[in-house]
């Protein structure tokens, strides 16, 4: 069958993984809106000349309404054409793209191996009533069927198919974290997790932590040097250093196969040890990102994050000591949280800032599915709707406006200090990184 996939406005791998699965049966082809930014004439025109049977859109939550209007002009083409609609916002509301008379089915969980028996359903012209992982209609009827098991072994799916893709059209550099290197590309080597953070919906989506063999990712990395040029990687993934094992066999995989490239991964600080962080920083690891979230214990505690303070500061410390550049992740807004234990968690990247690179604020936003989402829901937080089950929040201290105005003097006071600049420059870093810190400052100005 004819198959196209959509993405309203990075490589989506989840995408292309999928596609790998389908391109064995199916001829598929890929079109990526982000890129292309087509208008509903010039899309009209595309959907005409490829003639699909079927399309799959992907879309989170906040593309969603965007999405729709893409799956609306397809059915204008030809309302004959199937549209599957996937990606994290039919995860979390497998019957929100059923509510649009253009779209006919949603996908929810892992799609790799819903794909292949929904696709040879449909052109079998067979009943879905038994696809596992799926919400469809029957006269305007809409049934949601049993969730489908995680895929068990990593390892049995194919590597993304990224010939499908514009890959040239992709920014393929990361000079914060990887320097001058390209181009990069990026691997996703585990799915699902096995902590309890109340702001996440990681777990409840993706279920517990699940990973590829060492070797099987080292195939791929090697795939994409000798096909692509590859010289850089980025790990996307949250728990890349969990399972300690894993993450030397990796390293040792590298530098048994003499694959010279720069990579860099997200981290957790109560995973990591002195071990692995040599053995990294020896296979090419340059740069490890980690989820700090808040320097308040109690909010760490109240978010069940799992890590000390006392974890935090050790950890940064010792992968800036092993030669590694060290970012790190800050949460304000939580619910659970007075604006005084903001100051606390800004003063605290401050402290930790002579061995930390980079750090990044953000503003909690209720993600469906998650326990701090329901928790928000329950007291009545709702702030601003953003609509598609994305809202802001607010409490008796603080609401949307004022947590974009502590975002802003949290950037600044970070990035524009004289210790910061004093130790940029000490160290010889790119002119890149310096303008980098500049430009972020101007934007926060600006905001």
């Known amino acids: 069958m004819r198959i196209a996939f959509i993405r309203p406005p990075s490589l989506p791998l989840g995408l292309a993984y999928i596609a790998a699965m389908l391109e064995q049966s199916h001829r598929v082809t890929i079109l990526d809106n982000y890129l292309e930014n087509l208008s509903i004439e010039q899309l009209h025109k595309r959907i005409s000349s490829v003639k699909p049977e079927i399309v799959g859109i992907t879309s989170d939550s906040f593309s969603f309404t965007s999405a729709v209007e893409i799956a609306n002009a397809i059915k204008e083409v030809d309302k004959n054409i199937i549209i599957v609609m996937g990606g994290p916002h039919a995860n979390v ?88 290197t390209e181009p990069i590309d990026w691997i996703s080597s585990s799915r699902g997790c096995v902590f309890n953070c109340t702001f996440c919906d990681n777990r409840e989506i993706f279920g517990n932590y699940r990973y590829r063999s060492p070797r099987n990712v080292v195939d791929e990395i090697e795939f994409l040097v000798s096909k692509n040029g590859i010289k850089g990687i980025y790990f996307r993934e949250s728990l890349f250093t969990l399972n300690k094992k894993r993450v030397l066999g990796i390293c040792s995989e590298l530098k048994s196969r003499g694959l010279d490239i720069v990579w860099a991964c997200d981290s957790r600080v109560d995973t990591i040890d002195k071990d692995m962080l040599l053995s990294m ?60 234990q903001m100051h606390e968690t800004i003063n605290f990247a401050c402290e930790i800032r002579p061995y930390l690179d980079f750090a990044w604020f953000t503003a909690y936003l209720g993600i469906p599915r998650s326990k701090l989402y329901l928790y928000s829901k329950e007291n009545n937080l709702i702030d601003e709707d953003l609509g598609n089950g994305i809202f802001t929040i607010k409490t008796e201290e603080f609401d949307r406006e004022s947590m974009e105005k502590l975002m802003r003097y949290a950037h600044i006071k970070f990035e524009m200090n004289p210790y910061r600049i004093f130790n940029l420059l000490i160290n010889k870093v790119s002119e890149f990184e310096i303008r980098n810190v500049i430009k972020r400052f101007k934007y926060m100005l600006e905001r």
């Open 281 to 340: 920083k020896g296979a090419g690891c340059r740069t490890v990102w980690f989820g700090i979230e808040s320097g308040c214990q109690d909010v760490l505690n109240n978010i069940h994050k799992g890590i000390t303070i006392s974890q935090v500061k050790d950890t940064v410390k010792l992968s800036n000591e092993c030669g590694l550049k060290v970012g790190g992740s800050f949460m304000i807004g939580l619910p659970c949280e007075s604006v005084d």
């Open 93 to 180: 509301f497998p019957n929100a793209p059923l509510m649009y008379d253009s779209i006919d089915i949603s996908v929810f969980g892992e799609g790799e191996l819903t794909a292949v028996e929904l696709w040879d359903k449909i052109k079998n012209g067979e009943s879905l009533e038994d696809v596992q992982g799926i919400g469809w209609k029957d006269n305007n009827k809409i049934f949601i069927n049993q969730p489908r098991e995680l895929i068990k072994n990593l390892d049995d799916l194919p590597f993304p198919a990224r010939h499908l893709f514009p890959i040239d059209r992709y920014e393929r550099k990361m000079k914060q974290y990887l320097g001058n």
